[in-house]
């Protein structure tokens, strides 16, 4: 059997209540140099100011970015998207930023931006849904799956908060079912097989 090439060029991981631990965990974790960029999609208090970027560089090398309208993105940095925009992929290097209304009551909205990282990877995309309260990313999951993407989803049973990964789990057909631990090893192991 042929082993399968990795053509990942992105990962985006949408989360909400209880997701940051994972987060900080996993960046822990990574590997230094990486093949392609990750995404992160955490809902947030509307005009707060963003401590998030500071908080997580102190765990790795990677360059930790808050997106800005028009930044360009690349491998091995990650990127988070600010509170209350938005995030949309004009094209495969660059983003853009959107304050239209809100979705699942949520801006920025995990579904809005699978959705469009869907559209612009097609299947190189993965799609990660992490612990949260609201069922914000399950629309966006099915979306990514339907263009050959991957989904990823935290094991509800270990979320700190599980409605978010049980509404994906109970709708979506997901690659991979997700222990907290074990979320960088897996990013790792996409990386070695690029």
Same mark, same amino acid.
């Given at each position: 059997m042929k082993?399968?090439?990795?053509?990942?060029? +992105? =990962?985006? =991981?949408?989360?909400? *209540?209880?997701?940051?631990?994972?987060?900080?965990?996993? =960046?822990? /974790? +990574?590997?230094?140099?990486?093949? $392609?960029?990750?995404?992160?999609?955490?809902?947030? @208090? *509307?005009?707060?100011?963003?401590?998030?970027?500071? +908080?997580?560089?102190? $765990?790795?090398?990677? @360059?930790?970015i808050e997106i800005e309208d028009k930044t360009e993105i690349q491998r091995n940095e990650i990127y988070i998207v600010p509170a209350d925009y938005h995030l949309l992929f004009e094209n495969k290097n660059t983003v853009s930023l959107d304050s239209s209304e809100k979705m699942n009551y949520s801006r920025p909205s995990i579904d809005v931006t699978f959705k469009s990282a869907s559209e612009t990877f097609?299947? /190189?995309?993965?799609?990660?849904?992490?612990?949260?309260? /609201?069922?914000?990313?399950?629309?966006? +999951?099915?979306?990514?799956?339907k263009n050959r993407g991957k989904v990823w989803i935290q094991n509800p049973e270990s979320a700190e908060v599980d409605y978010m990964p049980r509404q994906a789990i109970d709708q979506v057909d997901y690659d991979l079912l997700i222990e907290q631990k074990d979320l960088a090893e897996n990013i790792n192991r996409l990386n070695k097989n690029k």
């Amino acid at each position: 059997m042929k082993t399968q090439m990795n053509n990942t060029e +992105l =990962i985006v =991981i949408g989360g909400s *209540a209880g997701s940051l631990q994972v987060i900080m965990e996993m =960046i822990k /974790n +990574l590997d230094e140099d990486m093949n $392609f960029p990750i995404v992160l999609v955490v809902h947030r @208090k *509307a005009y707060s100011t963003s401590i998030l970027p500071t +908080l997580l560089q102190q $765990f790795t090398s990677m @360059k930790v970015i808050e997106i800005e309208d028009k930044t360009e993105i690349q491998r091995n940095e990650i990127y988070i998207v600010p509170a209350d925009y938005h995030l949309l992929f004009e094209n495969k290097n660059t983003v853009s930023l959107d304050s239209s209304e809100k979705m699942n009551y949520s801006r920025p909205s995990i579904d809005v931006t699978f959705k469009s990282a869907s559209e612009t990877f097609g299947e /190189n995309v993965i799609g990660v849904l992490l612990s949260g309260a /609201n069922a914000d990313g399950v629309e966006g +999951l099915k979306y990514i799956k339907k263009n050959r993407g991957k989904v990823w989803i935290q094991n509800p049973e270990s979320a700190e908060v599980d409605y978010m990964p049980r509404q994906a789990i109970d709708q979506v057909d997901y690659d991979l079912l997700i222990e907290q631990k074990d979320l960088a090893e897996n990013i790792n192991r996409l990386n070695k097989n690029k």
